[in-house]
């Protein structure tokens, strides 16, 4: 498992809530252990303490997101760095049993489970590929999503960094809002135009007389 994989842990966590719509997933032992996806292991030490503790480290990821949107480098780098310090991670080589075809081990870098809690070691492995992901492409690379009122988190690999939204879906709806814009504008100005052609026809006729 490459480290960039553990970026999406940071992202998962983020986007279970939807503070604008006053929405959040967050609200269960199930909800904490559906975030760890295909870690089963991990997500069976999950208990009721963990759901409080998993909301107050997705706030100061959602932070980290915020500041780098904002174009804030130096503040989205050390809000990171203070959760690094307090959730270390404990990387491990590991080959998971996969093999090549020369029946040798698929060894990569793999990031243990914390000894303490499941929220530590969630939280480490989320910042840590977090932290990986923002060194190896930029801290423009993090993003919040531009259609309103969505802010869900987003980790852009566009080739050309123009990455807006977090979905296609997100995408779509805010292409249409332009467009209804676009067209209500032109509406308008058409309305203008003809209202202004249609006075100077009058006071034209009025002159004549």
């Not at 530590?120 to 423009?140: K, Q, R, S, W």
Request: proline share 3%; with cysteine; glycine share 6%.
């Amino acid at each position: 498992m490459e480290l960039a994989y553990y970026s999406d842990y940071a992202v998962r966590l983020v986007n279970s809530e939807d503070p604008a719509r006053g929405k959040d997933s967050l609200t269960s032992v199930e909800a904490v252990r559906e975030l760890f996806g295909a870690s089963q292991e991990a997500a069976r030490r999950a208990t009721e303490s963990d759901v409080t503790r998993f909301r107050s480290v997705r706030a100061r990821l959602r932070a980290v997101f915020e500041a780098a949107d904002g174009g804030d480098e130096t503040l989205a780098v050390n809000l990171l760095n203070a959760l690094l310090l307090e959730f270390p991670v404990s990387p491990q080589i590991s080959g998971h049993d996969h093999r090549d075809d020369d029946g040798r081990p698929l060894w990569h870098m793999h990031l243990a489970d914390h000894p303490s809690n499941v929220t530590a070691g969630y939280a480490a492995i989320a910042a840590m590929g977090l932290a990986f992901h923002l060194t190896e492409y930029g801290v423009d690379r993090l993003g919040l999503c531009e259609a309103a009122p969505c802010r869900n988190a987003y980790l852009d690999t566009s080739t050309n960094r123009s990455r807006r939204y977090c979905s296609d879906r997100c995408a779509t709806r805010a292409n249409v809002a332009a467009y209804r814009a676009r067209k209500r504008l032109e509406a308008d100005r058409s309305g203008k135009t003809g209202l202004a052609a249609d006075s100077t026809q009058r006071a034209s006729a009025s002159g004549e007389r």
